[in-house]
């Protein structure tokens, strides 16, 4: 299993529409999560944290299942200005072999059409 | 805030030639990271200093150097580079380190696009 699972899409979707990616993770003692988009030939930008159970932020809903390992993003009334590619992000913590770095997914691509 | 730049946005290099990747933050962040990211790979770890006058080896460090010249500045080395070296190289910082439970969010910087023939 990978560290870190993502669908890599595309999803194309109609403005306006709802859409929700999910990530999945293996390791069960990883400690914190987050959400980065990267915009074609940009850099990733932080979109959010997850913490704990989850968090909102406007259009942008984030939940953690620890039990399952999985988390997810929501995007209600999706704009076309929501269209990127959407990065699973994991903070594994401190354990025996880990290089101390954050796991990285290969990202969901999104489109939102007129 | 700048935030992290980058220098230089763009650069062609031929095989055998070295260049340096300058990187400075003007958040006060502790923690700095350089990456790179192919098709299909992802973003993978080169190198990162948690802090100040430290530097530690990421996932692939090969052929690559780093300085941590001052809280704000973090620079990349390609001594010889190789076309397997063509990618886009990110820096990127954080308040605190990774595998930490304290704020460590990375914000990147714009990347640079090299190509080596």
Redesign the interface.
């Given at each position: 299993r990978k560290e870190v699972e993502q669908d890599p899409g595309p999803f194309n979707v109609p403005e306006g529409a709802t859409v929700a990616f999910n990530c999945t993770y293996s390791n069960s003692a990883s400690?914190?999560f987050?959400w980065y988009r990267q915009d074609c030939r940009?850099?990733?930008?932080?979109l959010m944290?997850v913490y704990s159970s989850g968090n909102e932020d406007g259009r942008f809903t984030a939940q953690l299942n620890r039990a399952s390992q999985y988390i997810s993003l929501l995007i209600r009334d999706s704009k076309l200005s929501d269209s990127a590619t959407y990065?699973c992000v994991v903070?594994?913590?401190?354990y025996a072999g880990?290089?101390?770095?954050?796991i990285?997914?290969?990202?969901t691509s999104l489109a939102v059409n007129p | 805030n700048a935030g992290v730049t980058q220098t230089p946005k763009f650069q062609v290099l031929k095989t055998g030639q070295s260049m340096t990747l300058q990187c400075a933050q003007d958040m006060n962040h502790n923690s700095m990271y350089w990456y790179r990211q192919d098709p299909?790979?992802?973003?993978r770890?080169i190198y990162?200093s948690?802090s100040e006058g430290t530097t530690?080896?990421?996932?692939v460090p090969n052929g690559y150097n780093v300085s941590r010249l001052n809280k704000r500045e973090f620079s990349l080395r390609l001594e010889s580079a190789a076309p397997s070296q063509t990618s886009v190289y990110?820096c990127a910082s954080s308040e605190q380190?990774?595998?930490?439970?304290g704020p460590?969010?990375?914000?990147?910087?714009?990347?640079t696009r090299l190509t080596v023939l």
């Open positions: 400690q914190s987050f940009k850099e990733p930008k932080l944290s990065l903070n594994p913590g401190l880990n290089n101390r770095k954050l990285w997914g290969l990202g | 299909g790979m992802g973003l770890l990162y948690a530690d080896k990421g996932e990110f380190g990774m595998g930490t439970s460590n969010e990375q914000f990147f910087g714009p990347g």
